[in-house]
């Protein structure tokens, strides 16, 4: 019996296909029939009636049923089948019974007939992102796509993590215990804030960070990213409010300590130009990039901080701000969407082992009774909160007496109304806009005060 398409395929392993067959029916066999079960998947054959006869004795194994070329034959009838495929699978079943394979050559066909398959897997999805290439008119869509294909196949690829040895997990406490480093953890500048996150920025967490406009959301991310990058860890924003030029001018005011206003008006004096240039000598080679794409979407994101992660390394990521954020998925409700974008925002930290902090917009109804916000105020909120592990929000205390009684004073709150990594507080620093600065040299240099929460 001989199958020219599959003897002729270049990724074909014909000859492990048909060991992998001959397992199914010896009992002696049964132990590595259902090892190699559980580790093949039927699309790996490259004949399709070897990969039914495979799914046909799997789900015979799940349903704890006896697997022999009767009960094979059974299954593929009561799936639809083809009866030419059901003809072949008998033949196929008759010429191997009663034949044993050699159980020294099951590492040797198991390993071909995963690597023949994955291998195939991998060109029908290079002709898939082909296709899709051809036929898009946003060329950063595609690749976006390229890139959710690619990440799909690899993450098929890895043998399952899901489920550890307690052991193991055991012995990884104890080395992250006697070696705190082997830990990645990222300060922010806010000695305060360090203390209530045990540290910092971890990888795999997402970080909200919501505010009402103009109390300091992008700021304060903006200063995390800076922050990262002094430290050398890599770090990218992805900027859909303000330009590149405008996010520059920002972090030179807070790095400098040069007023913003001065450098915006492009009038810095003798002093401010000594200042800037210090700053520019010892920023110029941070690992910090800024994407200025006012039309951000979710599949463009994944796809930059896959490539960044790649080819440079990559330790924190910030979306400025989320309800800018646009979504392929048309027709859903904005609620919706944006749960969506924050849900694969959440599995991309997982994914790449990184620190994303989101910047979101509070709804301005936030501000009635001069109340410190609530999570419930997150704009479009949907799943923003649960997919967070924190969650800080801005305010600014407003002045109680004198000439500017009901103006904003000048102290940012940071409520952490949710915290997985540690404990909530309310972290009260300094609020310096004029320098796209929060917090004073002194609070970052020393432990700021930290209430509990539940004050007004």
């Avoid at 399709?48 to 004795?57: D, E, K, L, S």
């Avoid at 989101?358 to 649960?386: K, M, T, Y």
């Amino acid at each position: 019996m001989t199958y020219p398409d599959t003897l002729s395929d270049p990724l074909g392993a014909f000859d492990a296909e048909l060991y992998l067959i001959g397992l199914l029916q010896p009992v002696t066999m049964r132990t590595l029939r259902d090892e190699a079960l559980s580790a093949v998947d039927p699309r790996w054959f490259a004949d399709p009636m070897f990969g039914a006869v495979w799914a046909a004795a799997r789900a015979l194994r799940d349903d704890e049923q006896p697997i022999s070329a009767r009960t094979l034959l059974g299954h593929l009838r009561d799936v639809d089948t083809s009866p030419n495929s059901v003809a072949r699978a008998e033949r196929l079943l008759s010429r191997y019974a009663g034949y044993t394979p050699p159980a020294a050559e099951y590492p040797h066909h198991v390993a071909a007939v995963v690597r023949c398959g994955r291998l195939r897997e991998l060109v029908a999805v290079c002709d898939a992102i082909k296709a899709e290439a051809v036929a898009a008119e946003d060329p950063a869509q595609a690749l976006g796509a390229a890139y959710d294909r690619l990440a799909a196949l690899d993450s098929d690829a890895e043998e399952t993590t899901d489920v550890q040895r307690y052991g193991d997990l055991l012995d990884k406490f104890v080395e992250e215990q006697r070696n705190p480093s082997a830990a990645l953890v990222i300060p922010t500048p806010w000695i305060a804030l360090n203390d209530v996150l045990n540290g910092g920025l971890r990888a795999g967490r997402v970080y909200v960070i919501g505010a009402r406009p103009g109390d300091g959301k992008s700021i304060s991310a903006h200063q995390m990213a800076h922050r990262a990058a002094e430290l050398g860890h890599p770090a990218v924003v992805f900027s859909a409010e303000m330009g590149a030029g405008e996010v520059t001018d920002r972090m030179v005011s807070s790095g400098a300590l040069v007023e913003q206003s001065h450098i915006t008006r492009r009038r810095l004096d003798q002093g401010a130009w000594s200042q800037v240039n210090s700053y520019v000598d010892r920023a110029r080679h941070y690992p910090l990039s800024v994407v200025d794409r006012p039309n951000l979407t979710v599949s463009y994101i994944k796809a930059v901080c896959r490539n960044e992660k790649r080819r440079k390394g990559l330790d924190v990521v910030v979306i400025d701000y989320l309800q800018l954020v646009g979504s392929e998925h048309r027709g859903a409700r904005r609620e919706e969407e944006v749960a969506a974008i924050s849900r694969q925002l959440k599995q991309l930290s997982r994914e790449l082992g990184v620190a994303v902090i989101i910047a979101a917009q509070l709804n301005r109804e936030s501000v009635r009774n001069n109340r410190r916000p609530v999570a419930a105020d997150l704009r479009e909120s949907g799943g923003i909160e649960a997919d967070a592990d924190v969650v800080i929000l801005h305010s600014r205390p407003v002045i109680e007496e004198g000439d500017l009684k009901g103006e904003p004073g000048w102290t940012v709150l940071f409520d952490l109304v949710k915290n997985r990594i540690g404990r909530a507080a309310l972290v009260e620093l300094d609020w310096r806009a004029h320098y796209a600065t929060i917090g004073s040299p002194q609070q970052q240099a020393r432990l700021a005060a930290v209430r509990p929460t539940g004050g007004a």
